[in-house]
């Protein structure tokens, strides 16, 4: 694998710098943005990569491989930025992420029923009262709508008048003792954690428009060992689910099709990999002494599309079944965006078209600076949504501020800060 490890530039003075780190199955991934120091604008100057060890089923397995493998990254993305980096905001994946509907209810506090920030961060803190599984914690609260009184629908309270102000919000949480082992390895490698963010959250900043989350869009991240979907309509954030299946079950199908070691199965799917309708009619047949010298006998490119495909077709199926399940199964009019390093895979936005029947896209990083080539590559959509995510929340007053038609809040949440989003029209 092919690593960003020299040094492209030196960073500006007195620039800040954030830093994004994606912690995966396979890849570890870190982004780090710049800070015009006088116009505050963000460019991404630094994009570094590694195997990550330790890591299975997005679930820490081993603190020391883990931490090896942070460090091995970062001093890579300290080399490419010329610089130190002392803290991240990290994402957090996983199939122990869970999302449930919660309200919260709160009296105005000002005698004149103007509702202010601080109401607005005290009606957030209600709509946390509800019942956590043992072992969990809430990452993420995230309002959907305010209602003043009988006035309900509501984006944006702040400056109104009432008496009673409700939100309902989505509470996404994690399991405690993955939240415990992920900090220590980053904090372990020198790192302090700005935030922590649930992975699709920063990689629909990244990718997704005002406009595609006001129509109606599902994002679908593929990972190497979960599939994450995040759907949005009116601007608010309809479902939130982590599929325990991705693409290294792809690479084990093509193990067990070709009869072949786990390694080279997935050299052949990074070479060869396609589904059928962009293989075309090919009938190539390729020897396995190609890819690993000590492998013998051939496999032909229309096989292993067939497998590819298969796969690729159960995990849009079991999408699309969630999609049913909120009644948004084909109905929703920006469609799907596909992101991760599997979204690149020829031909599979045709498979994903033709299961949810909706127009599908792939999702790479919108309006950012960068002199970078590959900051368009779709695996780096969640490493590049956490550098914006950071960038969006640097404001050291705490209070909301206006970025790109969102407003957010900083909410305390156990031992870190949980972002707060709030959408608005």
Do not use: C
């Not at 325990?244 to 050299?267: C, K, M, Q, Y």
């Not at 596909?338 to 896209?361: D, T, Y």
């Amino acid at each position: 694998m092919a690593q960003d490890s020299k040094l492209l530039r030196t960073p500006m003075a007195h620039a800040e710098l954030i830093t994004g780190i994606d912690i995966g199955t396979s890849i570890i991934r870190i982004a780090v943005g710049e800070v015009a120091p006088d116009t505050g604008e963000l460019t991404i100057i630094g994009l570094a990569e590694g195997e990550s060890r330790g890591v299975s089923r997005g679930t820490i397995r081993s603190i020391e491989e883990v931490v090896a493998s942070i460090a091995r990254v970062k001093t890579r993305a300290e080399k490419m930025v010329g610089a130190q980096l002392s803290s991240a905001v990290a994402a957090i994946s996983g199939s122990h992420i869970t999302a449930q509907e919660s309200k919260g209810v709160i009296a105005v506090a000002r005698a004149d029923g103007e509702i202010r920030e601080d109401d607005v961060e005290r009606v957030l803190e209600a709509a946390q009262a509800v019942s956590v599984p043992s072992n969990y914690e809430i990452i993420h609260v995230l309002p959907r709508r305010f209602s003043i009184d009988n006035q309900t629908d509501i984006k944006d309270p702040i400056g109104m008048n009432g008496v009673r102000l409700e939100v309902e919000a989505q509470i996404i949480e994690g399991q405690s003792s993955h939240i415990k082992n992920l900090t220590k390895a980053i904090t372990l490698t020198g790192f302090g954690i700005d935030d922590l963010v649930v992975a699709m959250l920063a990689s629909a900043e990244a990718t997704l428009s005002e406009r595609q989350k006001d129509l109606g869009v599902a994002m679908i991240n593929i990972g190497a060992a979960t599939t994450s979907i995040l759907v949005f309509e009116e601007g608010d954030i309809m479902l939130v689910k982590v599929l325990p299946v991705g693409a290294s079950h792809v690479t084990n199908d093509i193990a067990i099709g070709l009869r072949t070691n786990i390694d080279t199965a997935e050299a052949i799917k990074v070479q060869y990999g396609s589904t059928l309708s962009a293989l075309g009619r090919s009938t190539d047949e390729i020897q396995l002494s190609q890819i690993d010298e000590r492998e013998e006998g051939s496999f032909s490119r229309k096989y292993l599309a067939e497998i590819i495909e298969a796969r690729a077709e159960e995990i849009f199926s079991m999408v699309d079944k969630e999609l049913r399940s909120i009644g948004r199964s084909g109905k929703l009019p920006a469609g799907v965006i596909l992101s991760g390093a599997a979204a690149s895979l020829p031909g599979l936005l045709e498979v994903a078209k033709r299961v949810f029947r909706l127009p599908a896209g792939v999702g790479v990083p919108l309006g950012i600076n960068s002199a970078i080539e590959k900051i368009s590559s779709p695996e780096y959509t969640t490493a590049v949504g956490l550098v914006m995510w950071g960038h969006a929340n640097r404001e050291p007053s705490g209070y909301p501020i206006n970025i790109n038609g969102l407003k957010w809040f900083a909410v305390i949440a156990e031992q870190m800060k949980s972002i707060v989003r709030i959408f608005k029209s």
